[in-house]
C-alpha cells in the first residue's frame, strides 16, 4: 500500500499548550475559523462578517470546545468579531500580522487560519495590549476629538486662505483667527461691513498690534464667491466647536465612570502645571482624574502637560491595568518602540535602531520630550546631551524612553518625582564610566590607579 505525502504547507508543531485552540483569519466579508486537525467532522469552515455569521462562528466554536482563538489585527474588521467571542467566554488573542507572516507553502486564507491555529497551540503568539472595556470606550471619544480639532484647524486654514486671496492679512496683525478679535472682525465682514476703521475698531481692548497697522491690513478686494467661501467655512468650524463641546462633556461623564481602586483626588488638589484661564477648569479635571487613576501626580514631571495625560488615560487606562499588562519597563518601553530592537547574528550587530511603530503614547512622549529642549532641569540637560551625542531625531527617541520609565516608575511606587532618584549613578553606570576612563587614559599613554587600590605606608 503506498504512503501519501504528508502536506509540508502546514507543518504540525509537537508542542501543544493550548489544546483547545482556533485561528480566524479575518477581511472584510469573510471569516476562515480552523480548529485542531485532530478534531471529529470538519475543521475548517467560513462564516460571512454579517452578525447572523458572527453569531455562528461563536456557537460553532463552543461546540467544539474552543477556548481561545487567535486573529490577526486586520484593520477594523477585526472589531465586531472580537467583542462576540469575547461576550461568549472565549478568550481571544490579538497577534500582530508581522509575527504571523512566515507562513509556508501557498498563501490562502485556509492555510493562514490553519497556521494561525498551529502557532497557537503551539503558544509561539504574543496577545496584543488592548485596555479594558470602559477605557475602551473612552479611548475611542478622545481619538474622534483629535479628528474634529483636526477638522477646525482645517476650517482655519481655509479661512486664512480665503481672506489671503481677499488681500486681508488679517492673520498677520492677529495671533488667532479664531480669537476673541479675530471672531469679531470675521462676523462683521460676513454681515457686510466694508469700512476698515470699523472693523478694527473691533478689536479686543488687550489687542497688541497698532489700530493702524490692523486697518491697512483690512483694505482688501471683497469678492463675492471668497466671501461664500469663508462664510461656509466659519459656519462649519462653529459646527465643529459645539461638537466639540458636547463629545468634552461625554468624556467627563466616561471618565468618572472608570472604577479605579484608588480614592479621588482632595479638593485641595492643586496640579504644578499652570494653565490658561479659559482652560483651567477642563485642565483641572484633567489632573484630577490622572491622580485618581495612578495614584500620584504624573504633572509634576517636567514636561508632561495635561494633553498628555489625557493620551495615557485614554490609550492605557489605570496604573493597575498599565502594570498587569506590562509587568516590567522593559515591556512597557518595548510595546511604545521607545527601544532598541537589536538584531544579532553570528556576533554581529546587524541592526539597533528602534522599531517602526505607530504608538500614539509614544507620539506623546516624543512631543513632550522636545518640549524639554530649553528646560532648565536635569530632564532638560539629558534631553540636550542625547542630541548632542545621538542626534535631534535620536535623542528625542531617547528622552522619550527616559520619560516613560520614569512615569512607569512613579505608578509602580506611588512615589512623586525625584529627579535625584531619576537620575543617580548607578553600579552599572558606575562601571561604564571606570571603564571608558582607562582606556581613554591608555590610549594617551597614561596608567591610572584607584585611590583604594595605592598601598600605604
Known amino acids: 500500500m503506498k504512503k501519501s505525502k504528508r502536506n509540508t504547507s502546514t507543518p504540525i508543531l509537537e508542542r501543544n499548550l493550548h489544546p483547545r485552540a482556533a485561528g480566524l483569519d479575518v477581511s472584510a466579508c469573510e471569516i476562515v475559523a ?14 460571512p462578517t454579517f452578525t447572523k455569521g458572527l453569531h455562528e462562528l461563536r456557537d460553532w466554536l463552543l461546540a467544539n470546545g474552543i477556548t481561545t482563538v487567535a486573529m490577526e489585527s486586520t484593520g477594523s474588521f477585526w472589531i465586531p468579531c472580537h467583542g462576540i467571542l469575547e461576550k461568549a467566554g472565549i478568550e481571544v488573542f490579538l497577534v500582530n500580522a508581522r509575527h504571523v507572516k512566515g507562513v509556508p507553502g501557498k498563501k490562502t486564507d485556509v492555510i493562514d487560519a490553519q497556521w494561525l491555529q498551529q502557532l497557537h497551540a503551539a503558544g509561539l503568539l504574543r496577545k496584543s495590549f488592548r485596555p479594558a472595556d470602559d477605557i475602551v470606550a473612552l479611548r475611542s471619544l478622545l481619538r474622534h476629538r483629535a479628528n ?4 477646525a484647524s482645517r476650517q482655519i486654514q481655509l479661512m486664512q486662505k480665503a481672506l489671503t486671496e481677499m488681500n486681508l492679512h488679517l492673520h498677520h496683525v492677529l495671533s488667532d ?32 498690534t497698532p489700530k493702524a497697522q490692523i486697518i491697512e491690513a483690512l483694505r482688501g478686494d471683497y469678492r463675492s464667491e471668497h466671501i461664500f467661501i469663508l462664510r461656509q467655512c466659519h459656519q462649519t468650524h462653529g459646527q465643529l466647536l459645539k461638537q466639540i463641546a458636547e463629545l468634552d462633556l461625554e468624556i467627563q ?20 502645571k499652570s494653565l490658561s484661564s479659559h482652560k483651567t477648569h477642563e485642565g483641572d479635571l ?13 504633572s509634576t514631571v517636567d514636561g508632561i502637560s495635561a494633553a498628555a495625560l489625557c493620551t495615557f488615560m ?10 498587569q499588562a506590562f509587568p516590567t519597563p522593559e515591556r512597557f518601553c518595548s510595546w511604545l518602540g521607545l527601544c532598541p530592537d537589536n538584531r544579532i547574528s553570528g556576533g554581529k550587530i546587524l541592526k539597533a535602531s528602534t522599531r517602526k511603530v ?51 516608575a512613579m505608578i509602580k511606587t506611588k512615589l512623586p518625582f525625584d529627579e535625584s532618584l531619576a537620575f543617580k549613578t548607578t553600579p552599572q553606570k558606575q562601571a561604564r564610566r ?20 595605592i598601598p600605604t605606608c
Not at 474634529?148 to 477638522?151: F, G, R, T
Not at 571606570?434 to 583604594?452: D, I
Open 34 to 47: 480552523a480548529i485542531p486537525p485532530e478534531f471529529a467532522g470538519e475543521t475548517v469552515r467560513s462564516f
Open 148 to 151: 474634529l480639532v483636526a477638522d
Open 177 to 208: 483667527l479664531d480669537g476673541l478679535s479675530g471672531t469679531a472682525i470675521i462676523n462683521a465682514i460676513l454681515q457686510g461691513e466694508r469700512d476698515p476703521v470699523v472693523l478694527a475698531s473691533l478689536c479686543h481692548v488687550r489687542c497688541r
Open 253 to 272: 461623564t466616561l471618565l468618572q465612570a472608570v472604577s479605579s481602586p484608588l480614592p479621588p483626588a482632595p479638593k485641595d488638589f492643586k496640579p504644578c
Open 286 to 298: 484633567i489632573f484630577k482624574e490622572a491622580l485618581r487613576f495612578y495614584g500620584v501626580d504624573l
Open 314 to 323: 485614554g490609550e492605557l487606562g489605570t496604573g493597575a491595568q498599565i502594570l
Open 358 to 408: 505607530a504608538n500614539k503614547v509614544a507620539a506623546v512622549l516624543r512631543l513632550c520630550s522636545q518640549a524639554l529642549g530649553r528646560s532648565r532641569s536635569k530632564l532638560g540637560d539629558f534631553c540636550r546631551k542625547m542630541k548632542s551625542r545621538l542626534g535631534k531625531a535620536e535623542g528625542i527617541t531617547a528622552t522619550a524612553h527616559k520619560l516613560a520609565r520614569i512615569l512607569y
Open 434 to 453: 571606570f571603564k571608558h576612563l582607562f582606556a581613554q587614559a591608555k590610549h594617551l599613554g597614561f596608567n591610572l590607579v584607584r585611590v583604594q587600590d
